[in-house]
């Protein structure tokens, strides 16, 4: 057990003794804090930005400082209000109407972080597409969203499926040249700044969709998760009992907000809280990362344990030669934070990192170690206040201390998505248990009420700690390949080393070829030329059958199951 960073009696921990805060807290109080109670209209922009915009003594607090290549652009909130408000006004201009999509295709840059709020005062929905995703993933996106407009620059325009652009209206481009090949291709680089500098946010409903993101599932196509302008209560509470955030903090959140964690902590939630948001676009180097923590005097810090995983490979050297004295709370998400981790990050940053568990459909932080908790190194922590979680047994009923189970969270609460995008089907799959919200990853809980991450209930395979991706995204892909009769992909958990799960495929061949190492060794090079950089298929098996259910699910546990020796690699029975 490590002792809690601030003392729970402290008037400043910002928690407070955790049972207490539990008790205390109530929805209902959360929405005084915004003026918004038994509102049934409401705008995230006008709570976050707008809000200290209109504060004297806040409008010229910096809301986003942009840092690449040395330089940085500042953003006062003042500014930030009125340069989105030009970007609502050119979207406006080009007719995009309340609930039509925009595709925000970009690295990170300024325009990324304007489009979006621009969006969010018309009440279109924004949807952000990591720079790397490969013209596959993007027509799979296209073609499910249908968006009336994509946001990208010239570099990725070849990205872009000409085959399935028939809803798309419009492609901006943010510099020129234009590559002459979409359809309505507009200049946008300089166009914003001669828009009207005042918008007036339209209410929208509660629950009308903010944002849509697209996470993969074990079988099926990506899911597009929509959520909703109330979003913003979670947001708000999260962020201050969980990142400790008050007006004027430094955060810096460095995940893309093509991930949920950038658009939510990385966008949304510093603003809600009226402190500033750094965002670093330079590729990630080790020592590039401590001056960025050094040089802008970081208070707090939200990262992963794949990010803290490429620390430690730089070695220990390197953290001794640089001034965190401004740092004071550190936080990871995305995977487990394992012990190792843990002590590498009290020895070299001299600070406890606090591990926080949640998903894109959560839509916010569910389970958390609080500056004011002490940690059990390996442990997620505990629920959120306003939130209930428990672990529930194959019936769906709550099981007992200790013992492995799937965790739910009790419905429902702001931040939980609103839809899944054109699939009611599965969207009614997470709800299963009456008054549930099944997460498919099991859990254990001690009898304190910390909880520990064992893995997922499907099959997820995560690259580079951060991008979830089904199998069937690259199964689709070896589908193209003439060799290929059938194939699974499984993930072998995550490989120490490099955070990257290491991922093997089995296949079946057509029947006029035979297996053989150049065969092999030409299916993987397909696959690196058709796949996003992350993820890398080291393995390949040519097997005669791929196991799989009575109605065809392909059994991707069961070979797991033999690949790593362990109990369950029998398929026979299960095919019966
Ligand atoms: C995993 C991320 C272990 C988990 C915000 C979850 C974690 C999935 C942790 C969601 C953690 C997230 N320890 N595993 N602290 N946090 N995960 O949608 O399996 O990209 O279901 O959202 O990441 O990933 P997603």
């Known amino acids: 057990m490590i002792k ?44 976050s930005v707008d809000r200290w915009a209109g504060e004297s003594d806040a409008r010229d607090r910096a809301a986003l400082l942009f840092e690449q290549g040395g330089e940085v652009r500042t953003y006062s909130y003042r500014k930030l209000r009125q340069e989105s408000c030009q970007w609502a006004n050119l979207l406006h201009d080009y007719g995009l109407q309340p609930g039509e999509r925009l595709f925000i295709f970009l690295p990170q840059c300024p325009e990324t972080y304007l489009a979006m709020i621009g969006c969010a005062r018309l009440g279109v929905i924004f949807c952000n597409l990591f720079s790397t995703s490969t013209y596959g993933e993007m027509e799979v996106r296209i073609r499910d969203a249908r968006p009336a407009a994509i946001l990208t620059h010239p570099d990725l325009a070849e990205q872009l499926p000409a085959d399935a652009m028939e809803s798309v209206r419009w492609v901006f481009l943010t510099r020129g040249p234009l590559p002459g090949a979409l359809p309505n291709e507009v200049l946008v680089e300089n166009r914003p700044g001669r ?36 979003d913003l209560l979670g947001m708000g509470a999260t962020a201050r009992y969980v990142l400790d955030l008050s007006p004027g903090t430094l955060l810096w959140t460095e995940a893309d907000p093509a991930w949920v964690t950038g658009t939510v902590y990385g966008v949304f939630a510093p603003w809600l809280c009226g402190a500033t948001l750094l965002v670093q676009g330079d ?63 009290l020895r070299n940053l001299g600070h406890s990192l606090h591990d926080t568990w949640w998903m894109t459909e959560t839509g916010v932080i569910c389970l958390a170690n609080y500056p004011s908790m002490d940690i059990k190194p390996g ?58 919200f099944l997460t498919g990853d099991m859990v254990l809980r001690d009898d304190e009420g910390y909880y520990y991450h064992q893995g997922r ?120």
């Open 4 to 47: 809690a960073r601030v003392s729970a009696e402290n008037p400043d921990a910002n928690l407070g003794p955790y049972d207490q805060t539990r008790k205390g807290f109530s929805w209902a109080e959360e929405e005084k804090r915004y003026g918004i109670e038994h509102a049934a209209r409401i705008n995230i922009v006008t709570e």
């Open 195 to 230: 828009m009207p500098p005042e918008f007036d946010n339209p209410l929208l409903p509660r629950r009308g969709p903010l944002y849509l993101n697209y996470t993969s599932g074990s079988t099926g196509t990506p899911k597009g998760i929509v959520h909703a302008h109330q």
């Open 283 to 345: 590729p990630f180097s080790a020592s590039n990362l401590y001056r960025t923590l050094e040089k802008h005097g970081v208070e707090v810090w939200y990262t992963t344990p794949t990010t803290i995983r490429h620390l430690v490979e730089e070695g220990e050297d390197l953290p001794g030669r640089y001034d965190f004295s401004r740092l004071r709370h550190v936080a990871t998400v995305g995977e487990p934070l394992v012990p190792d981790l843990f002590y590498w990050g």
């Open 379 to 436: 442990a997620m922590g505990k629920p959120v206040p306003g939130l209930e979680a428990a672990v529930l047994d194959e019936e769906g009923e709550p099981a007992p201390p200790m013992t492995m189970g799937e965790l739910a969270i009790r419905l429902e609460w702001p931040g939980l998505m609103c839809a899944l995008w054109g699939d009611e089907e599965r969207y009614e799959q997470y709800f299963r248990v009456p008054g549930w």
């Open 457 to 576: 209930t499907d099959d997820l395979i995560k690259v580079g700690g951060i991008k979830m991706i089904g199998p069937y995204e690259i199964e689709h892909v070896l589908y193209m390949h003439p060799a290929v009769a059938e194939a699974a992909v499984i993930s072998k958990g995550g490989d120490p080393g490099s955070g990257k799960s290491s991922v093997k495929a089995f296949i079946v061949l057509n029947p006029s070829f035979s297996p053989s190492n150049r065969l092999s060794q030409e299916i993987r090079a397909f696959l690196r030329a058709n796949l996003s950089r992350e993820i890398a298929v080291r393995d390949i098996s040519f097997i005669d059958q791929i196991p799989k259910t009575r109605s065809g699910k392909i059994l991707r546990r069961v070979l797991r199951a033999k690949e790593l020796g362990l109990p369950g690699g029998q398929p026979l029975n299960l095919q019966d």
